[in-house]
């Protein structure tokens, strides 16, 4: 019988869960999806079911399988908040909702908030997110994430843990002590009793009854809280030794590395999260990702089908189009909640196909000057490895990539990075898997092509000139 986790991972559009070894290599025929997609706000109950009803459709298939564990991680930020009967109250948000923009005033003040939290007061963080439901909602009992909400449910809220990494991003863990940051809470007007104690990544066990019966074969496992998605991306991808940089286009996209010493500033326009008592997640996250390219695709009724031979003959070329892709507010660097997209440069002879390449273009951009940032403080990244739901789908886009940094780039050959992740974790708290250990795995490389380098060097330097 083989012994086997279980990670359920809780994304932006879409939920699955997948079995794994003792070596964080996938099972073939583990695996469950649900579709599920959020916006700014979701319906935690929906959710709920819908996790549950991935969970039962992997349940049978782990007939012939030890489970020794089952790991859960999600979104990153989430908030649930909970009622007096422990019940969620809706809505539930988002690092996409930018509702509390109005209450990002309420923390001008605070200057060392960015380096007692390694994050900056932004609509995405609970900074801003718990001062607007307290202004527009009954008062909750309790704050928590979406992976902690659930738990609630399997296991009943009093024995609830919040992982490191899930508490780092709310925005309120102090990076230094490694828990609730006191003058945050003051400033919020709560207490720490409407949040959930704060540990690496806590295990929870005693199935209530219900799931028990449900899920006979998870029963006597240990569930681990939920850690967030951007931090086990970077793990399961392999990228988990400083020097290393992770690129990820998913829904969203995001560039990070890993830094195992202490950081004595954040770098200007990213955060530094504390994932677990030795590593710190330094990085940026960008609002747009694939959402532009499926915003592309709709609205200017592009041809479904493979569009890759078409974009690639325009990839040497300059237009002079510029694509501003923050559509739905900015994130790193420049943290503006009201920041809306633009197209400059269009022409009468401008089409659709060339306004989809300067959209991926600017994302493209948009992680190049963050690899910049990343690097101005934290030296070369000497490898940077590639994933994401996106770029696994569109070699051109990885391309583009290493086209625009001018160097090597290596395309993870991980097909669910977060996953495995979600898996590695939960190995190493069983004692199982060193994670230190891990180097960059093989993938397929991409070399940039020079001649297209200056190319994307001036479209960046007009995007800069854009975003101001």
Not at 45 to 52: I, K
Not at 141 to 160: H, I, P, Q, S, W
Not at 163 to 181: I, V, Y
Not at 332 to 342: L, V
Request: aromatic share 8%.
């Amino acid at each position: 019988m083989s012994a086997i986790v279980i990670a359920v991972d809780i994304g932006s559009s879409g939920i699955k869960a997948l079995g794994y070894d003792t070596a964080a290599r996938a099972v073939p025929g583990l695996s469950a999806r649900a579709a599920f997609s959020v916006g700014g706000e979701f319906d935690f109950l929906a959710l709920a079911a819908t996790v549950e009803s991935v969970l039962d459709a992997i349940h049978p298939q782990t007939q012939g399988h030890e489970i020794l564990a089952v790991g859960f991680g999600s979104f990153a930020s989430s908030l649930v908040a909970l009622g007096a009967d422990d019940q969620p109250l809706e809505p539930s948000l988002t690092y996409a909702d930018t509702r509390s923009a109005g209450f990002l005033a309420n923390w001008r003040g605070d200057t060392a908030l960015l380096e007692r939290t390694g994050c900056p007061a932004y609509t995405s963080f609970w900074t801003a997110q718990i001062a607007w439901w307290l202004e527009t909602h009954p008062h909750p009992a309790k704050f928590v994430t979406v992976t902690d909400a659930l738990l609630a449910r399997y296991f009943g809220l009093e024995y609830v843990r919040c992982t490191l990494s899930a508490a780092a991003w709310t925005g309120l863990l102090n990076r230094h002590t490694q828990t609730w940051d006191a003058a945050c809470l003051e400033r919020l007007g709560i207490g720490a009793a409407q949040l959930l104690p704060v540990e690496a990544h806590p295990a929870h066990t005693g199935l209530r009854a219900a799931f028990a019966s449900r899920w006979p074969r998870l029963a006597n496992a240990p569930f681990f809280a939920g850690v967030a998605d951007g931090y086990a991306a970077n793990l399961g991808s392999g990228v988990a030794q400083p020097g290393c940089a992770a690129i990820t286009i998913g829904t969203s996209a995001a560039l990070r590395t890993v830094v195992t010493n202490e950081i004595s500033s954040v770098p200007n326009g990213l955060w530094a999260l504390r994932c677990d008592p030795l590593r710190t997640l330094v990085g940026g996250s960008l609002t747009e990702g694939g959402n532009v390219y499926a915003w592309a695709l709709n609205t200017l009724r592009l041809p479904v089908g493979d569009l890759e031979a078409a974009l690639s003959a325009l990839l040497a070329e300059d237009r002079g189009l510029t694509f501003v892709p923050t559509l739905s507010g900015e994130r790193s660097p420049g943290y503006d909640p009201q920041a809306r997209g633009a197209i400059h440069g269009l022409s009468f002879d401008t089409t659709p196909l060339e306004i989809l390449r300067a959209a991926m273009a600017g994302v493209t951009y948009r992680l190049a000057d963050l690899l910049e940032r990343l690097e101005a403080t934290h030296g070369t990244q000497h490898t940077i490895t590639l994933s994401g739901n996106a770029l696994e789908h569109s070699r051109l886009w990885r391309q583009m990539i290493a086209d625009t940094l001018g160097r090597h780039v290596f395309a993870s050959e991980q097909p669910e990075a977060t996953a495995r992740g979600i898996a590695m974790l939960a190995l190493q708290a069983l004692e199982l898997l060193e994670i230190e250990g891990l180097r960059v795995e093989a993938g397929v490389i991409l070399r940039p092509d020079e001649s297209r380098f200056e190319n994307h060097r001036r479209g960046l330097e007009r995007l800069k000139a854009k975003l101001g």
